[in-house]
C-alpha cells in the first residue's frame, strides 16, 4: 500500500489530525490511513473514561475533534436538541455522552472508519522516497509522510508494592481492566488524581464502602494547567526559549499533576462529611493477601482491609513508542532532548517525512499538548505543513 499520509495512533490526536488532513488540507480519503489496534477508532479514550465515571469533561465545549470550534454547540442544537444538563458549569463543560456522539458525527462525517487499519505498527524504516510502516500482520505500508500520534496510555504506571497477576489489584487503565465489581465490596481506590477521585464517587453512587489513598491533600486547579497555556500569554515566552533542557523543566513545572477541578474536590468533600468515603492522606507500603482479604498496610501504621484495590495512579512518564520509536530514532539519527524527547520544528516536523503530535510534540507545543487542545494546536501546524507539501508537489 503506498499512501500520501499515514497516521500511526487512532485516538484523540489522530482522529483529529486525520479529519483536518481531509477536511482543510485537501488530502484525498485514498491517499490516508490510520493504524490503530483498537476495535474501532477511539477506543482507548472509550474505555477510559467510562470506567471512571466521568459525567462531563473537564474541558470547555471548544475542546474537540471536529474542524469549526463552534461544531460541538451547533451539533448539540441540530442533533441532540441542547438541554441544560448537556453543558456544566463552569467553562461549558460538554457531558461525556454529548462529546462521544459528536466524535461518532466527525468518524462518520470524514469516513473514518474506512481509513482505520486494525493492526500494530512494530517498526518504520526510512528510504529515499518514503517511510516503509511494518505491521504486526507481516504486511508493510510505504508512505510520503507519517504522523506518530502515539499517546501514553497502553503504560499504566504500578507502584512497586502493587502485585500484578492478582484480578483483585488492577489498574482502572490497564487495557484489560475486568476489575470493576459487580456486588458489594469493600474497595480502596490508590490516586490523587481527578480520575481517583472520579473513580471513588463511582463507587461510592454504586454503594460500596471506599477508602481513597492519596500521598498528598487534594490540589485544586481547575484545568490540568494553568489556562494562559491555551493561547499567547504563555506560550510566546515558551517558544522562544531555545534551550530544551528549560523547556522540559517549564512543562513539569507547569502541569497540576495529581489535581482535582473544585467540582470534583467539593463532590470528595461532601462524600468524606458524610462518612461515604473515607480518606486517606497517607502512602502504601504493602498489599498482603490473605485468603480473600486483601491488606493495605499504609505508612502511618494503619492497615485497611478490602476485596479489592483499584490502582488510579496515572501512566509512566517515559516516551511513549516504545521500541518502534526507539528504532526509528537510531535508524534516522533523529534530534532528541536530553530527556529522550523529539526536537521538532514549529510545524511539528522530526523528519522531512515524520511529524508528531500528542506527548512527542510536547517540546514545541507546551503543556497542553497532550490534551484535546493539543490536539487542535497540532492540527493546525500539520495543515499547514501538508497544504506547503502539496504546494511543492505541484509546482514540482
Same mark, same amino acid.
Given at each position: *500500500?503506498?499512501?500520501?499520509?499515514?497516521?500511526?495512533?487512532? %485516538?484523540?490526536? %489522530?482522529?483529529?489530525?486525520? #479529519?483536518?488532513?481531509?477536511?482543510?488540507? +485537501?488530502?484525498?480519503?485514498?491517499?490516508? =490511513?490510520?493504524?490503530?489496534?483498537?476495535?474501532?477508532?477511539?477506543?482507548?479514550?472509550?474505555?477510559?473514561?467510562?470506567?471512571?465515571? *466521568?459525567?462531563?469533561? =473537564?474541558?470547555?465545549?471548544?475542546?474537540?475533534?471536529?474542524?469549526?470550534?463552534?461544531?460541538?454547540?451547533?451539533?448539540?442544537?441540530?442533533? /441532540?436538541?441542547?438541554?441544560?444538563?448537556?453543558?456544566?458549569?463552569?467553562? @461549558?463543560?460538554?457531558?461525556?455522552?454529548?462529546?462521544?456522539?459528536?466524535?461518532?458525527?466527525?468518524?462518520?462525517?470524514?469516513?473514518?472508519?474506512?481509513?482505520?487499519?486494525? @493492526?500494530?505498527?512494530?517498526?518504520?524504516?526510512?528510504?529515499?522516497?518514503?517511510?516503509?510502516?511494518?505491521?504486526?500482520?507481516?504486511?508493510?505500508?510505504?508512505?510520503?509522510?507519517?504522523?506518530?500520534?502515539?499517546?501514553?496510555?497502553?503504560?499504566?504506571?504500578?507502584?512497586?508494592?502493587?502485585?500484578? %497477576? @492478582? *484480578?483483585?489489584?488492577?489498574?482502572?487503565?490497564?487495557?484489560?481492566?475486568?476489575?470493576?465489581?459487580?456486588?458489594?465490596?469493600?474497595?480502596? /481506590?490508590?490516586?490523587? %488524581?481527578?480520575?481517583?477521585?472520579?473513580? #471513588?464517587?463511582?463507587?461510592? $453512587?454504586?454503594?460500596?464502602? /471506599?477508602?481513597?489513598?492519596?500521598?498528598?491533600?487534594?490540589?485544586?486547579?481547575?484545568?490540568?494547567?494553568?489556562?494562559?497555556?491555551?493561547?499567547?500569554?504563555? *506560550?510566546?515566552?515558551?517558544?522562544?526559549?531555545?534551550?530544551?533542557?528549560?523547556?522540559?523543566?517549564?512543562?513539569?513545572?507547569? =502541569?497540576?499533576?495529581?489535581?482535582?477541578?473544585?467540582?470534583?474536590?467539593?463532590?470528595?468533600?461532601?462524600?468524606?462529611?458524610?462518612?461515604?468515603?473515607?480518606?486517606?492522606?497517607?502512602?502504601?507500603?504493602?498489599?498482603?493477601?490473605? +485468603?480473600?482479604?486483601?491488606?493495605?498496610?499504609?505508612?502511618?501504621?494503619?492497615?485497611?482491609?478490602?476485596?479489592?484495590?483499584?490502582? #488510579?495512579? +496515572?501512566?509512566?512518564?517515559?516516551?511513549?513508542? +516504545?521500541?518502534?520509536?526507539?528504532?526509528?530514532?537510531?535508524?534516522?539519527?533523529?534530534?532528541?532532548?536530553?530527556?529522550?524527547?523529539?526536537?521538532? $520544528?514549529?510545524?511539528?516536523?522530526?523528519?522531512?517525512?515524520?511529524?508528531?503530535?500528542?506527548?512527542?510534540?510536547?517540546?514545541?507545543?507546551?503543556? /497542553?499538548?497532550?490534551?484535546?487542545?493539543?490536539?487542535?494546536? #497540532?492540527? $493546525?501546524?500539520?495543515?499547514?505543513?501538508?497544504?506547503?507539501?502539496?504546494?511543492?508537489?505541484?509546482?514540482?
Amino acid at each position: *500500500m503506498n499512501l500520501d499520509w499515514l497516521i500511526i495512533g487512532g %485516538g484523540i490526536h %489522530g482522529v483529529h489530525i486525520a #479529519a483536518r488532513l481531509l477536511g482543510d488540507a +485537501g488530502i484525498r480519503p485514498d491517499g490516508i =490511513r490510520i493504524v490503530d489496534p483498537g476495535e474501532r477508532l477511539l477506543s482507548r479514550w472509550r474505555s477510559c473514561s467510562e470506567v471512571t465515571g *466521568m459525567t462531563h469533561l =473537564r474541558s470547555s465545549s471548544v475542546q474537540h475533534l471536529d474542524i469549526c470550534p463552534r461544531s460541538l454547540r451547533h451539533f448539540a442544537v441540530d442533533r /441532540v436538541k441542547r438541554k441544560p444538563e448537556l453543558f456544566a458549569y463552569p467553562n @461549558d463543560r460538554p457531558a461525556l455522552s454529548l462529546f462521544n456522539a459528536h466524535c461518532d458525527y466527525v468518524l462518520e462525517q470524514y469516513e473514518l472508519a474506512e481509513l482505520h487499519i486494525r @493492526d500494530t505498527a512494530t517498526g518504520c524504516s526510512l528510504s529515499c522516497d518514503s517511510v516503509n510502516v511494518q505491521l504486526l500482520n507481516g504486511s508493510e505500508i510505504q508512505t510520503q509522510n507519517l504522523v506518530l500520534a502515539i499517546g501514553d496510555g497502553d503504560k499504566p504506571l504500578w507502584p512497586d508494592w502493587a502485585p500484578q %497477576g @492478582d *484480578m483483585r489489584v488492577q489498574h482502572i487503565f490497564d487495557p484489560d481492566f475486568t476489575g470493576w465489581p459487580t456486588s458489594d465490596e469493600a474497595v480502596v /481506590v490508590i490516586g490523587g %488524581g481527578i480520575s481517583a477521585g472520579q473513580v #471513588a464517587l463511582r463507587l461510592v $453512587d454504586e454503594g460500596h464502602r /471506599v477508602h481513597l489513598v492519596s500521598r498528598h491533600a487534594l490540589r485544586q486547579h481547575e484545568y490540568d494547567s494553568d489556562p494562559g497555556w491555551l493561547g499567547p500569554k504563555n *506560550m510566546i515566552k515558551f517558544s522562544r526559549e531555545r534551550d530544551f533542557n528549560r523547556r522540559r523543566s517549564i512543562i513539569s513545572e507547569a =502541569r497540576y499533576r495529581g489535581s482535582v477541578p473544585p467540582y470534583v474536590k467539593h463532590s470528595l468533600r461532601r462524600a468524606i462529611a458524610q462518612k461515604k468515603l473515607h480518606w486517606h492522606e497517607d502512602e502504601v507500603e504493602a498489599l498482603i493477601v490473605q +485468603g480473600d482479604v486483601l491488606k493495605l498496610s499504609l505508612s502511618d501504621n494503619t492497615t485497611l482491609e478490602a476485596d479489592r484495590a483499584l490502582l #488510579a495512579t +496515572g501512566f509512566c512518564s517515559l516516551r511513549p513508542g +516504545g521500541e518502534l520509536v526507539d528504532s526509528l530514532i537510531a535508524s534516522a539519527s533523529l534530534e532528541c532532548a536530553n530527556c529522550g524527547y523529539p526536537i521538532v $520544528d514549529t510545524e511539528l516536523c522530526w523528519h522531512p517525512r515524520i511529524y508528531v503530535t500528542g506527548p512527542l510534540a510536547e517540546l514545541e507545543l507546551g503543556p /497542553v499538548a497532550r490534551n484535546i487542545a493539543g490536539a487542535r494546536r #497540532a492540527g $493546525d501546524r500539520l495543515v499547514r505543513a501538508a497544504r506547503r507539501a502539496l504546494l511543492q508537489r505541484q509546482i514540482g
